[in-house]
C-alpha cells in the first residue's frame, strides 16, 4: 500500500504565499505521476497542478503564474508552491499519485486533504 501525507495548510492573506508538501511512503515501486487536486463545499475536485517522472507539469489556468510544483524523486515528495493567494484558492488540497507496488499494476493513490484558507 501506497501513502500520502500532505502538510503545509493553513490561513493566509491575500497575496501571501503557503508551500504544501506530499511525501509518500509504503510500498512504493515507482511513482509515475505525483500531483494536487482542492475541493470546496458543493463542488467537484478539480486539478490544480501535476507533475510527471519526467519533470513535465501541468497547471489550472486559474493558478498559472501564481503556483509552481516540484517534486524531489529521492524523496518521493511533490511540493507544490503558491504565491498571490486569493480567497478564490481556499479549499481543501488533497494531494494524489499514480503509482505502482511492482507487478506492472499503477494504482491512483489519494492523501487525507490538507486546508488551504485565503482571508483578511
Known amino acids: 500500500q501506497v501513502q500520502l501525507v500532505e502538510s503545509g495548510g493553513g490561513l493566509v492573506q491575500p497575496g501571501g504565499s503557503l508551500r504544501l508538501s506530499c511525501a509518500a511512503s509504503?510500498?512504493?515501486?515507482?511513482?509515475?505521476?505525483m500531483g494536487w487536486y482542492r475541493q470546496t463545499p458543493g463542488k467537484q475536485r478539480e486539478l490544480v497542478a501535476r507533475i510527471t517522472d519526467g519533470g513535465g507539469t501541468t497547471y489550472a489556468d486559474s493558478v498559472k503564474g501564481r503556483f509552481t510544483i516540484s517534486r524531489d524523486n529521492a524523496k518521493n515528495t511533490a511540493y507544490l508552491q503558491m504565491n498571490t493567494l486569493k480567497p478564490e484558492d481556499t479549499a481543501v488540497y488533497y494531494c494524489y499519485s499514480v503509482a505502482s507496488e511492482g507487478g506492472g499494476q499503477w494504482s491512483a493513490y489519494w492523501g487525507q486533504g490538507t486546508q488551504v484558507t485565503v482571508s483578511s
Open positions: 509504503g510500498s512504493i515501486f515507482s511513482i509515475k505521476t
